[in-house]
């Protein structure tokens, strides 16, 4: 159970997946750190939502990518007052469906600074703060990974399913570095979830539907339940799970 002033920092909250579980960190009692990269306003409305439900929240201007921007959001939470209790690394991006003899070099950077990058420098900044080593109070880490690093996504964008790839890995080593300072890393692939991520690959996520054998695509809020278990002390023995929500795909 979260304690007083027991922060949630989710990376990429102001949208999707990370608001739903910014909502639901909030409905458990957990004051929540709102990461966001573009979107003041849709970060600062749900700010304004949890704070009306009693519990405190923050917004964080920070792309994920840029360490001196990391590093400038975790000593703002520090600067609220409060525990570190957990990291969300939601923040994510992907690109225009392509074939390999199509995508550009940039395009790759950019995909494996904000999914690979900005999980590690996150990580960084939380671990130097939860660790029982250096006088933390430990605390949970959850990554938000795909089931597209499992399929590969051949023909649309292997190079973010690599991305994904990077991440399970760096959770499955995370998890076995860190629970002995009283960090639990853990991670959640979704399966194909209705949000605005797939407008920016130009995909019809709707057309996915035939290949999920739930046939429907899955709610932010269903990804939001596997992440706040994850969190919480409910999952006291769980340490380096990947837990597919994915609807049996
Ligand atoms: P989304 O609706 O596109 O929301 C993305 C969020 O990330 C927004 O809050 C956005 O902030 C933020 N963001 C983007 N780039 C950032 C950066 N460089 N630094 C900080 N924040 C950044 O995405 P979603 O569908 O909820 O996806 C969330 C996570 O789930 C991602 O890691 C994604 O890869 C993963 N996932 C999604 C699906 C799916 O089907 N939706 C499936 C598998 C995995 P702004 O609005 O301010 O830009």
């Not at 360490?67 to 923040?91: H, P, S």
């Not at 991305?163 to 076995?176: E, H, I, N």
């Amino acid at each position: 159970m979260p304690g007083m002033s027991d922060w949630i920092l989710i990376t990429g909250g102001s949208r999707g997946i990370g608001a739903a579980t910014a909502r639901r960190c909030a409905a458990v009692g957990w004051d929540v750190a709102i990461n966001y990269a573009q979107d003041g306003p849709a970060a600062g409305a749900l700010a304004a939502e949890l704070r009306a439900s009693g519990r405190r929240a923050l917004t964080c201007r920070a792309d994920v990518a840029d360490a001196a921007q990391v590093a400038a959001m975790f000593t703002a939470l520090d600067a609220a007052g409060g525990r570190l209790a957990g990291l969300v690394n939601n923040a994510g991006i992907v690109a225009p469906a392509a074939r390999l003899d199509a995508m550009t070099p940039e395009r790759w950077r950019r995909l494996f600074d904000v999914n690979v990058i900005g999980t590690l420098l996150c990580c960084q900044q939380a671990a130097r703060r939860m660790s029982t080593a250096r006088g933390g109070a430990g605390g949970a880490i959850v990554n938000i990974s795909s089931r597209a690093a499992e399929f590969g996504s051949a023909g649309i964008y292997v190079d973010y399913a690599a991305t994904k790839g990077a991440v399970d890995t760096l959770t499955r080593g995370l998890a076995r570095e860190l629970i002995a300072e009283g960090i639990r890393v853990n991670g959640v692939r979704p399966g194909v979830i209705d949000t605005d991520i797939h407008s920016a690959s130009g995909m019809d996520a709707a057309g996915a539907v035939a290949g999920i054998p739930i046939q429907r695509l899955g709610r932010p809020e269903e990804i939001a339940e596997a992440i706040v278990w994850l969190l919480g002390d409910a999952a006291s023995y769980t340490v380096g799970a990947m837990l597919d929500v994915a609807g049996g795909r």
